[in-house]
């Protein structure tokens, strides 16, 4: 019960931080960054569509699209990614500031960094839906390893689309099936969010997803709980997010640049594009190269 409490008082400070825990989608709380305009601590987008049976998966189609954009922004080309030295991860201490997120003997580990002195950042992409239609072009452009974590419902219509970018590079991990604020949930229905796509991402992309991401980044003890059942082993948050092209977050980190074993959020939305080739100049000009996350979380 005592767990139960801090866990509850943590999540209360984030939404009183955030205003997250209003109805969905929250919007980001910005704050005046040295550098940088904005600076958000939640994720920052619109849920994804729930389509309740195949009929309604035409809403994904991206074939059935008009691009507003022709042209790919230039990138960086980068050398291959070091061979990984990986190192025992213990977890984050200080999510947001405010103190060590729950933790549940033998349950999943929160992490929002790498610990590594290698000189990787690690990219990850979060939904599914609502794609620029220049994003394959993109990431075959940019031939750099990204995680997406993906939408269980996404995955369930455009399983095709989604192999197409696993060959470019990409590896699925799990998002939810349906992108809840899992705290509204209790146990049972947490367990049903992470355990419902396992299988399917199982037959769908050759892997049982390791990975879990909570949408908007919010969590209670159940929920590590729930992922143990599901055998996902790190629920994975952010220390840099990226909005859109001019807006980059660096929640509680006095300098404003990217460092070794940072986990970079983006998601797949209008913006996605500039955003990531954004991104991309940054890593460069830190002098450091995109990695593989899973190759660092074993
Ligand atoms: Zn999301």
């Not at 984050?92 to 500031?97: A, N, V």
């Not at 369930?156 to 060959?167: A, D, I, K, L, V």
């Not at 146990?187 to 997803?209: M, W, Y």
Request: hydrophobic share 35%; with cysteine; net charge positive.
């Amino acid at each position: 019960m005592a767990k139960s409490r801090v866990v509850l008082v943590v999540v209360a400070s984030i939404c009183a931080i955030t205003a997250a825990c209003a109805t969905p989608p929250p919007r980001p709380r910005a704050i005046a960054g040295r550098g940088m305009p904005n600076v958000h601590v939640v994720e920052p987008h619109v849920a994804p569509i729930r389509p309740k049976d195949a009929a309604e998966c035409r809403v994904y189609d991206p074939t059935g699209r008009t691009p507003r954009y022709t042209r790919i922004p230039d990138v960086p080309s980068f050398p291959p990614p070091p061979r990984p030295d990986v190192q025992e991860v213990h977890g984050t201490t200080s999510w947001l500031g405010l103190g060590r997120p729950p933790r549940r003997p033998g349950s999943a580990i929160v992490v929002d960094r790498i610990p590594t002195r290698q000189k990787v950042v690690f990219l990850t992409i979060d939904d599914g839906s609502d794609r620029d239609p220049r994003t394959d072009a993109l990431l075959r452009k940019a031939k750099v390893p990204v995680t997406v974590f993906l939408v269980g419902t996404v995955q369930r219509c455009e399983t095709p689309y989604f192999r197409g970018m696993q060959r470019l590079g990409a590896r699925m991990e799990n998002h939810t099936e349906f992108h809840p604020l899992m705290p509204r949930r209790g146990l049972t229905g947490q367990r049903r969010e992470i355990c419902g796509p396992q299988p399917r991402f199982q037959k769908a992309f050759g892997h049982r997803p390791q990975l879990f991401r909570p949408p908007y980044g919010m969590f209670n003890a159940d929920t590590l709980t729930a992922m143990s059942d599901c055998k996902v082993h790190y629920l994975v948050l952010w220390t840099v997010s990226v909005h859109d092209r001019r807006t980059i977050g660096y929640p509680h980190r006095r300098s404003h640049t990217l460092e070794p074993g940072d986990i970079i959020l983006m998601h797949f939305q209008n913006d996605f594009v500039e955003s990531y080739a954004t991104v991309l100049k940054l890593v460069k000009e830190a002098g450091l190269t995109p990695a593989l996350l899973e190759d660092y979380l074993q």
